[in-house]
């Protein structure tokens, strides 16, 4: 187990260095640095003095070391646009983006774990296969074109949820969450969806494909050979058993998630990093753009870490075979 | 004896793509993407002949038609049967266009993408050993970030332009292929007429050609189908926000985002016609793309 | 043996498969009859319906299968006829089942704890979990598992295959049915575990006066296990009757070839001795008789269906040229 750990945190930290590698000579080393750290209202003098400053007369290599030790003290840059710290303007943003995240899964699980244990426990009923056929359709449909639509039916037509910005904030443990209020929840509701509907498809993909295969095996029979209710062999039964797989893949596909959020922060004004990496790479607000493509990346390889880590602990099979090893 | 020669006489009648086309068209649904599809690719490929009006041809346009709902007409005549947007160009001729750019943009970067990664997933396969460890270690990298999030870093790198958001969407796209290529090429490297053609002396390159390419190719055509219809989204929506296809080639994605403040208003057609067509080409495409995958399934074959 | 009416008697079941490829008609034609405290062994080779007659008689039949014909009276009910919630109150608590492969039959990621208190709770709701859970340590005891306490908490991965197939029976047994069916349960398990698990079914299936059908294709263990015996071919019983009677003075020619094939029958050096042909595809089923292509006695007169017909006292035997009392 530990084994496993150290080996996958080297091979993260191997990842991470290559980024910033790629990062840094994507910035630095392509076009002219002091147009990139420097902004671009300084006059001769400032630019002569910064470049001194910030050591850009230095060999390459020289500056992708100070760039790094930089980057590990938090320091990743102004923000040309704020004027502010780049790293302290994401983290300022991580949580909204964090919440929508975290609503758009459990979003995509409420909805597509009952569809999907449906449609494999019934594969032939009409409603089953008008769910199948719905799935190619969700997982077809750009995201941006449904919050589109979300936008016009809800908002525009119907008038019954905002299509802008986030809603009212509850301030717990440090952390604004918008989901404690109703004004939060009205506003996190269609951008949670919008965000979800890619991930619904894959979890009634994965939910029906599980379902079919675990409702042939012995074990159910047995189970309806002692005479359990239905609802206690799919409750119990089946789900357990589909749950593991659904929830490894769903767990890997929070940092798909994230990511996905600058589409959804975009069309609804959310307020997240998404929202803010579109706008600096729109304007070139390049230690903006460092630091989101820094701290993104980590985040999705931790997540990545953790959810393997969390494999071997929730399938009891795989725990004891690594404790027995 | 004659139940025994009837019986072979019919097999040999059915060469494997009919069969392979037989079940594919078994299923309407996906007779019917296919025809979509191919009516896409007809109107994109003609759209300068076809279209009533080019919409980037300034001088054709006119201002005083902005914004006008579907099915009203110009002042000669012409029926704007989707509609204008803010600068007077008719929709259909402007979505006409823009399938032809998105449509064109992904295929040429699924192809690129197609080359590559099968170029580099035939070597890691053939050639194993520590070569093949890097190559698929780059591609697990890869293939463990999100697309969009590979996309957003190279177009940030990168900057704008045609060939540049290109070059994003191959390297977005190439790891799928060499993962697939290279676990087909595996199987077949294993297979006894590899072992054959081997003690033959044939040039190695010979071997990958002639032999193993061909055998791997039905799950490349499945992961192709589904990978062509991913660019398309992906281009769409890196034009949308802004960051995709610069202005003088606007795709669909860009259609969409300049109908996207008019929708508040109740000028729907901008945004909503361009979002139909790039819905149809994607799920006509992925319509194609399951079927294809169910009848090319070989555990499903009964 | 008691007298009186039979716990469970089979008439003429046929269950058939509605595939793709035709009907499967996997049972065409079971009749049986078990009475209570009896063991009942049903014979027959690989694909001769005798585990789908075990599920018929549950209804545990999965689609494109279902029964066609036939009753299948229990206590006085049709279990055919009976709607499935019915059904699913007699499962596990009157008529209970075990399967061949003890490797899959307990779900993986419960505890065995879980797996036995939810077999009581389903029929009794009103006992308590402390209470159920107490009943199951006793019962594991039973089958000869120890320490059950420890084994409670366990998941079924940590057992052996002959371990897992106690704690089946353990399940099957929990709430007293008067009929168990067990699906050759000991095929896939060690000769020696065999051995044991056979023992200690037939002695708790004693004790309890339950009933039980032992489906198996091995007549070795059906000598020293059962009371009577049914012997099946192609979806159909073609003899049954008291097991010495059956096997040794067989009518049928079938049950004789089986018989005749057993290995240990054989002396040293001697040639196996094997039924001639192989047997029909359950997709095309030959008319009449199904054992007359390989039958040695067969002629036009096997054209036609025989009949399960009693020859002598207790023995039925679906042939119209049966065995006399013939040297073998």
């Known amino acids: 187990m530990t084994v496993l750990i150290i080996r996958r945190l080297m091979q993260s930290a191997v990842v991470l260095l290559a980024m910033s590698v790629l990062v840094f000579l994507g910035v630095f080393a392509i076009g002219n640095p002091v147009d990139i750290l420097i902004s671009p209202q300084a006059d001769q003098a400032e630019i002569a003095r910064a470049t001194a400053a910030l050591g850009l007369d230095k060999p390459l290599w020289e500056q992708y070391f100070v760039f790094l030790r930089n980057a590990l003290h938090g320091d990743l840059g102004r923000s040309f646009v704020f004027n502010e710290p780049a790293l302290r303007l994401i983290v300022e943003r991580l949580p909204a983006t964090l919440e929508l995240a975290f609503a758009a899964m459990l979003v995509a699980i409420v909805l597509g774990l009952p569809l999907g244990l449906f449609v494999g426990l019934k594969p032939d009923s009409p409603l089953a296969r008008l769910v199948a056929a719905g799935s190619i359709l969700g997982f077809s449909l750009p995201t941006f074109w449904v919050g589109i639509m979300l936008i016009l039916v809800f908002a525009v037509e119907l008038h019954l949820l905002p299509s802008t910005g986030r809603g009212a904030t509850v301030n717990v443990l440090g952390l604004d969450l918008s989901f404690l209020t109703w004004d939060g929840i009205k506003h996190l509701l269609l951008p ?76 609804f004004a959310w307020p997240g990093i998404g929202q803010l990496i579109i706008k600096s790479i729109t304007v070139l607000d390049r230690p903006v753009i460092v630091a989101y493509l820094m701290l993104t990346v980590l985040l999705v390889i931790t997540i990545n870490l953790l959810v393997d880590i969390l494999y071997s602990v929730l399938d009891p099979r795989v725990r004891l075979a690594e404790a027995r090893a | ?164 958001i290109i070059l994003a969407l191959v390297v977005v796209q190439w790891a799928y292929y060499a993962r697939t290529i290279r676990a087909s090429a595996l199987v077949e490297r294993r297979k006894e007429y590899i072992e054959a053609a081997r003690c033959l002396a044939l040039s190695d390159a010979r071997i990958v050609l002639h032999h193993i390419l061909p055998n791997c190719l039905p799950p490349v055509i499945v992961v192709a189908t589904v990978q062509v219809a991913h660019a398309i989204a992906l281009e769409a929506t890196l034009s949308f926000l802004g960051i995709g296809l610069p202005i003088t080639e606007p795709s669909l994605g860009l259609l969409i985002a300049n109908g996207f403040e008019y929708m508040m208003s109740g000028k729907y057609w901008i945004s909503f016609f361009p979002g139909v067509a790039l819905l149809i080409a994607i799920v006509s495409i992925n319509l194609v793309g399951d079927r294809l995958r169910d009848v090319l399934n070989p555990r499903l074959q009964k | 043996m008691s007298a009186g009416a039979p716990l469970l008697a089979v008439e003429d079941l046929a269950t058939h498969f509605f595939t793709r490829m035709g009907v499967v008609k996997a049972v065409d034609g079971v009749s049986l009859a078990v009475r209570s405290g009896e063991v009942l062994g049903l014979v027959g080779e690989s694909g001769s319906g005798k585990s789908v007659t075990g599920f018929s008689i549950l209804g545990l039949v999965d689609p494109p299968g279902r029964i066609v014909a036939g009753r299948i009276l229990f206590e006085g009910e049709d279990l055919a006829r009976l709607p499935e919630e019915r059904l699913r109150r007699l499962r596990g608590e009157r008529i209970a089942m075990i399967f061949q492969d003890p490797m899959m039959t307990l779900n993986p990621v419960l505890r065995i704890e879980t797996q036995m208190v939810e077999a009581i709770r389903a029929h009794h709701p009103e006992v308590s979990h402390a209470e159920a859970r107490a009943r199951s340590r006793d019962v594991l005891g039973q089958v000869g598992i120890a320490s059950a306490e420890e084994r409670l908490a366990a998941y079924p991965h940590q057992f052996s295959g002959g371990m897992r197939q106690r704690v089946a029976i353990a399940i099957a047994l929990l709430n007293r049915p008067s009929l168990l069916i067990a699906d050759e349960p000991t095929t896939a398990l060690d000769v020696t575990i065999q051995a044991q698990i056979l023992y200690e079914v037939q002695k708790l299936c004693r004790e309890s006066r339950t009933a039980l059908i032992w489906i198996t294709h091995d007549l070795a263990v059906v000598s020293g296990l059962a009371d009577t015996v049914a012997v099946m071919y192609a979806g159909r019983v073609v003899e049954e009757g008291p097991v010495d009677g059956v096997l040794d003075r067989p009518l049928h020619p079938y049950t004789s070839g089986l018989i005749g094939s057993v290995p240990s029958r054989n002396r040293r050096g001697e040639p196996l001795r094997q039924i001639p042909g192989m047997t029909p595809s359950p997709l095309r089923l030959p008319s009449g008789c199904s054992f007359r292509s390989r039958c040695p006695r067969a002629d036009e007169r096997c054209l036609a269906m025989p009949e399960l017909a009693a020859l002598e006292a207790g023995r039925l035997v679906r042939c119209v040229h049966p065995l006399r009392a013939e040297a073998q």
Do not use: C
């Open chain 2, 1 to 164: 004896m004659s139940a025994l020669t009837d019986e072979t006489a019919g097999i040999d009648a059915e060469t494997p793509f009919r069969r392979l086309a037989a079940d594919f068209f078994a299923s309407k649904l996906a007779a019917a993407g296919l025809a979509v599809f191919a009516a896409i690719l007809v109107v994109a490929l003609l759209a300068p002949w076809i279209s009533p009006q080019n919409p980037y041809d300034l001088a054709s346009l006119d201002l005083m038609d902005g914004r006008l709902p579907p099915g009203s007409a110009s002042a000669d005549g012409l029926v704007y049967w989707l509609g204008t947007d803010d600068q007077g160009r008719d929709m259909m001729s402007a979505i006409f266009y823009g399938l032809r750019t998105s449509l064109g943009v992904g295929a040429l970067s699924s192809i690129a993408a197609l080359l590559l990664g099968g170029a580099l997933g035939l070597v890691a396969a053939y050639v194993g050993g520590r070569v093949e460890t890097l190559i698929m270690r780059v591609v697990d990298l890869q293939l463990s970030l999100p697309a969009i999030l590979v996309a957003l870093i190279l177009v940030a790198l990168l900057g704008h332009g045609v060939l540049k």
């Open chain 1, 192 to 267: 949670a969806i919008n965000l979800s509907l890619s991930r619904i498809a894959l979890v009634i993909r994965l939910a029906a494909a599980g379902t079919r295969e675990v409702v042939h095996m012995d074990y159910i029979k047995f189970a309806r050979a002692k005479g359990l209710a239905s609802s206690r062999i799919v409750l119990v039964h089946v789900l357990r058993n589909i749950l593991i797989p659904i929830v490894t893949v769903l767990g890997l596909e929070i940092g798909a998630v994230i990511a996905f959020s600058v589409v959804t922060e975009t069309i």
